[in-house]
């Protein structure tokens, strides 16, 4: 079995109607209105809207117009990703390392205790005048063994592809009793009253417990545990923990994804769905081994910037399941990445997903893959367990059909998983 590759916090400013999706509350960050109507290309001033956009290009674009729109609030690292602007987290610092750090100036905005994980994660504040580079770099000199890094900002990784009112019939897949599957969501909120979704068993978590339902969760819930109003998930009658990193706001960071995580750890749940991507983090990648020690899996969308792009996390850790999306022809998605961090394929076009309000919508993208492949995994993978989780990714990489080159490849990973759920999801002849 190849090694698994590849857990954070989300930010989208949403593009268009087509790429609607919300975003988690920090303290001092402004709501931004979602969705955007278009995007102001900044190296043209033109205006575009999603349709006009190459997918590979969505998510640079949708920095832009967030850093364009919020200046003083975001900024990016020095590999170009957006970070929250002079805030800095410590992962587990000791009493001592916070205390030389407020003696250098530096305020404690958060404190978060993460007993799920056996984590402590602490959000500081830059001291006046000093860059948020600056402040990284001073906090290493003043705890060297210490853990810390940017307050890293994540968007989602699904695009929708039109709206219809007509739903979908999606076969179901279950070796384990229904009842007995807990499967976890990190992604925006869920409309629990979209027929699709009325069936089925849901716990939300964050946001204060004031619901925010947005069109990606509710999508890519229906897909995993959707069971009523004439569409059914992979997993009816499974109980979905959905945890709202973004929570309808402008941005989102990665303390907040951590007490999703913790969250998620303390009741339990086996197989997590992650539908984001963003920076390597040394503080997420802390949290994401923390997961795995304790069987976890993680399963998240390697993204959709194209062949060429960089690795984007969490998928790229060796401690989470890759997942590329194909269409109906099994052909890989142009825009999805590509990379040794690619474990699985599934089918991530040409099917219909529940949107917020009712309704259903075409679906394209990598994170609309990844529920495919979380569902097989939890229908076996149901309690913690780090030997049953090898032994459950071992027997999907054995029922996944190969695809493109002879053996493991950096397009299909393993190979196609879950082909046999996929006529009841193709979108139905006018």
Not at 53 to 62: I, K, N, Q, S
Not at 101 to 118: C, H, M, N, P
Not at 176 to 191: P, Y
Not at 331 to 354: I, M, N, S, T, Y
Request: net charge neutral.
């Amino acid at each position: 079995m190849k090694r698994l590759r590849r857990t954070w916090i989300t930010l989208t400013a949403a593009i268009a109607a087509a790429t609607a999706s919300a975003q988690v509350e920090l303290p001092g960050l402004p709501t931004v209105p979602l969705p955007l109507p278009a995007v102001t290309d900044p190296a043209t001033g033109a205006l575009r809207t999603a349709g006009s956009v190459p997918r590979a290009e969505l998510r640079r674009l949708r920095i832009r117009e967030l850093l364009r729109t919020e200046r003083g609030r975001y900024e990016t690292d020095p590999a170009g990703q957006p970070i929250v602007k002079s805030q800095v987290g410590a992962l587990s610092p000791t009493a001592e390392a916070l205390a030389r750090a407020r003696e250098a100036g530096f305020t404690i905005l958060s404190e978060q205790t993460l007993e799920g994980l056996g984590l402590r994660l602490v959000v500081l504040h830059a001291p006046p005048g000093m860059s948020t580079r600056r402040a990284l770099k001073k906090l290493r000199e003043l705890d060297p063994a210490g853990s810390y890094d940017y307050n890293h900002l994540y968007l989602d990784s699904g695009v929708d592809a039109s709206s219809e009112e007509s739903p979908a019939t999606a076969a179901a897949m279950a070796s384990a009793q229904a009842s007995e599957i807990r499967i976890g969501l990190v992604d925006t909120g869920v409309d629990a009253a979209h027929p699709s979704l009325a069936g089925a068993a849901i716990r939300t978590h964050g946001c204060d417990g004031k619901p925010t339902p947005a069109y990606h969760g509710t999508a890519v819930a229906s897909i995993l545990v959707g069971n009523g109003g004439g569409y059914e998930g992979m997993l009816p009658g499974a109980t979905l923990f959905a945890a709202d990193v973004f929570c309808g706001h402008g941005a989102g960071s990665l303390s907040l994804l951590a007490v999703e995580l913790d969250w998620l750890a303390r009741e339990g749940v086996p197989v997590i769905n992650i539908s984001l991507v963003g920076a390597k983090s040394v503080l997420l990648t802390a949290l994401v081994r923390a997961m795995g020690a304790r069987g976890h899996l993680l399963v998240a969308a390697v993204g959709n910037d194209g062949p060429a792009a960089p690795p984007l996390f969490p998928a790229a850790y060796p401690d989470v399941i890759g997942v590329t999306g194909v269409d109906d022809e099994d052909r890989v998605l142009p825009e999805a990445c590509r990379g040794k961090h690619v474990d699985f394929a599934a089918r991530g076009a040409d099917f219909r997903a529940a949107q917020i309000g009712g309704g259903y919508s075409d679906v394209r993208g990598t994170s609309f893959a990844t529920p495919i492949v979380a569902g097989l995994l939890a229908a076996e993978h149901t309690a913690l367990d780090r030997d049953d989780a090898k032994r459950t990714l071992d027997a999907l990489a054995q029922a996944a059909a190969d695809l493109g080159r002879d053996g493991p490849d950096t397009t299909y990973g393993q190979g196609l998983v879950g082909r046999e759920y996929r006529t009841g999801w193709k979108k139905p002849a006018p």
